[in-house]
């Protein structure tokens, strides 16, 4: 099981940085788990990039249902992601529905649907990011759903803005149709890749509201349990990479260099305040 468990490490060490390393501020007793709950997110979130069809993708997140619901037995225990997290699960009482709902969000994914309105990126972004918060934070001992949501659906807007070109070659469109019909654009216009004033404002209108979700986050962080912080760390970055995009094109989002955001998680450790602000 520890070998299941290093490999969960070096996975989200890997894959996602910024969790890999606010998990390092945790307590040492804490951070298996984790980093459990990590690469399975990791997992879950890459399925739509490997399978690059539907139907292959769909087969793979049923996978992980009947894992969650102990119908994969021998598999499972195959799998040092699924094995790691099955005995989290069963260390830390985390809900299974959580996690199947986070699984089902992210048959969004799979698709080229179009996100339809801000309601749905807030709400796909909630069983995503601000879930992943929320069991990150049980897994500390603490409750923080209220800090939780808002600071997962910033995250999740953040992302998507800096994932927009990468989205639009796959013909995949997060930002909202109802944002971008405010401003007067096709969602052909997204995909074409062509830069445009009309798109730089939208961005901009999704970045504000990304804002006001990590505004409401820091005012509920104030209150919060120092046991909580490692969960949120990850934000650290999401506010000063917005304020960069500012002066960017929606196209040439401005990734913060891999020193900063280390920086930055680094000085949040040490002060809640700088998680959000």
Same mark, same amino acid.
């Given at each position: 099981?520890?070998?299941a468990? +290093?490999?969960?490490?070096?996975? *989200? ?5 910024d969790?890999?390393l ?6 040492a007793?804490?951070r298996?788990?984790l980093?459990?709950?990590?690469a ?17 993708g769909?087969?793979?997140?049923q996978?992980?249902r009947?894992?969650?619901?102990g119908?994969?037995?021998? /598999?499972? +225990?195959? #799998?040092p *992601?699924?094995a $790691?997290l ?7 009482r985390l809900?299974?529905?959580?996690l ?11 698709? %080229? /649907?179009?996100?339809?309105?801000v309601?749905?990126? /807030? %709400?796909?972004?909630?069983?995503? +990011? #601000?879930?992943?918060i929320?069991?990150a934070? =049980? ?7 209220a800090?939780?949501?808002p ?6 807007m ?11 070659a =796959? @013909?995949?469109?997060y930002?909202? *149709?109802e944002?971008?019909?405010r401003?007067?654009?096709d969602?052909?216009?997204v995909? &074409?890749? !062509?830069?445009?004033p @009309?798109?730089?404002a ?5 970045r ?13 962080? !104030?209150t919060? #349990?120092r046991?909580?912080w490692?969960?949120?760390l990850?934000l650290?970055? *999401?506010r000063?990479?917005l304020? !960069? +995009? ?7 989002? $401005?990734?913060? &260099?891999?020193?900063?955001r ?6 949040? &450790?040490?002060? &809640? $305040?700088?998680?959000? %602000?």
């Amino acid at each position: 099981m520890q070998d299941a468990f +290093s490999y969960c490490a070096e996975l *989200v060490r890997t894959n996602d940085r910024d969790r890999f390393l606010a998990t390092l501020f945790a307590p040492a007793g804490h951070r298996h788990a984790l980093y459990a709950l990590y690469a399975f997110n990791i997992e879950i979130a890459r399925v739509a990039d490997l399978a690059r069809e539907a139907m292959p993708g769909e087969i793979r997140l049923q996978w992980w249902r009947e894992v969650l619901h102990g119908e994969r037995g021998g /598999e499972a +225990s195959a #799998s040092p *992601v699924a094995a $790691a997290l099955l005995k989290t699960l069963e260390r830390h009482r985390l809900a299974t529905d959580d996690l199947a709902a986070l699984i089902e969000a992210h048959r969004f994914d799979l698709y %080229n /649907e179009p996100m339809a309105t801000v309601a749905d990126l /807030e %709400n796909y972004a909630a069983r995503t +990011s #601000s879930a992943l918060i929320a069991m990150a934070t =049980q897994i500390l001992g603490a409750d923080a759903a209220a800090a939780a949501r808002p600071g997962g659906i910033a995250y999740g807007m953040a992302r998507a803005l800096e994932a927009l070109p990468r989205h639009a070659a =796959q @013909r995949k469109l997060y930002l909202p *149709v109802e944002l971008l019909a405010r401003h007067g654009i096709d969602p052909d216009e997204v995909f &074409s890749g !062509r830069p445009s004033p @009309r798109l730089n404002a939208a961005a901009a209108e999704l970045r504000g509201l990304a804002r006001g979700h990590l505004d409401a986050t820091a005012a509920a962080l !104030r209150t919060l #349990s120092r046991d909580a912080w490692p969960a949120f760390l990850p934000l650290a970055p *999401v506010r000063p990479m917005l304020d !960069r +995009s500012e002066r960017r094109d929606a196209f040439a989002p $401005a990734a913060l &260099s891999p020193w900063r955001r280390q920086w930055l998680i680094w000085r949040a &450790s040490r002060n &809640s $305040a700088r998680i959000a %602000n």
